[in-house]
């Protein structure tokens, strides 16, 4: 099942969106500038093959919801989200804050 939601966060507009797939989910939260994601993300490709794209990313894994990618502590972020403030650790809604 595929559900995309608008999310807010201190007054600034997101997009949800979840996918159900067999044994685990999609989720990614993103506006016009970049998202963060699920565990799906490969930041290393981000970072390595597609370097010249400057994706703003970041990658939370354990997560369960939207909810959850919000709150959580991103394990990875990608370089061009490291040139913004963006840094491993910080919760998704502060990384996503960052993006405005």
Same mark, same amino acid.
């Given at each position: 099942m595929y559900n995309q939601v608008p999310i807010t966060v201190d007054g600034h507009s997101f997009t949800g969106v979840s996918l159900k797939?067999?044994?685990t989910n999609f989720l990614s939260i993103s &506006? $016009?500038?970049?998202? %963060?994601?699920?565990?799906?993300?490969d930041v290393q490709l !981000? &970072? $390595?093959?597609?370097?010249?794209?400057? %994706?703003?990313?970041?990658?939370?894994?354990g997560v369960r919801s939207l909810d959850d990618l919000l709150d959580a502590p991103l394990e990875s972020v990608t370089l061009a989200a490291e040139e913004l403030g963006i840094e491993k650790g910080m919760k998704g809604r502060?990384?996503? !804050?960052?993006?405005i």
């Open positions: 797939l067999p044994k &506006n $016009e500038r970049g998202y %963060i994601m699920c565990g799906a993300l !981000l &970072n $390595e093959k597609l370097a010249d794209r400057k %994706i703003v990313a970041g990658r939370a894994v502060d990384a996503l !804050l960052k993006m």
